[in-house]
């Protein structure tokens, strides 16, 4: 059977066009998080990424720019992803609580088995480390997080489930700061029990902010 394109091709053209670009900047960011994760963060140069993703140096230096370009890409592709895994567990609907619990478990599970959480502490120690601007895109990163955060928490309150006295701005800092520090701790030590640590923050965390705490 013969088909015969209709007359909106040259828009289903421009769409596939427009599909291709995305497609060839995820599969960038990707290979940017392997190699970074396998090899360090001097590995990743525009040259190497754009042969770990079956493109040429060009266009990973058209796509991004610069490697503050990259690290932003990086950065937005992680937070789209974390944010569909939350939205495929359904975390909007959980109680706050539950919801933190999710998060904390998918956060310290992402560093374990993925690496995209490895390769994003690594690119954010070499950040600070070296005191480059890039440090401010990790900043507006980590700012987003504590007003997710935030927010959930207040729910929480509202809700009866968490303590009206918690400061759900200190909490939410406090919250995210012990991730980091954990996932530093792992890059430093790849043998440290993430699992156990894991148990042990959601049952301390319980423990401090749900208005009436379960028995150990």
Known sequence: MILIMPPTAPNSIRRSQAERSDESERLLVEATLSLVA???VSAATFEEIGREAGYSRGLAAQKFGSKQGLIEAVIVYLHRRREAIMEAAHVAEMPALDALDNYI???LVDMNHRHGGRAYFMLLAAAVADATSMREAFAASHERVRVWLKALLQRGQADGDI???IDPD???LMIGSLLVG???QWLIDPTT???QIRTTSIAALRRSLATHPASP
């Open 38 to 40: 396998e090899r360090g």
């Open 105 to 107: 478990e998918s956060h």
């Open 163 to 165: 303590r009206p006295d």
């Open 170 to 172: 200190s909490a939410a």
């Open 182 to 184: 954990v996932s530093i």
């Open 193 to 195: 029990d993430v699992d």
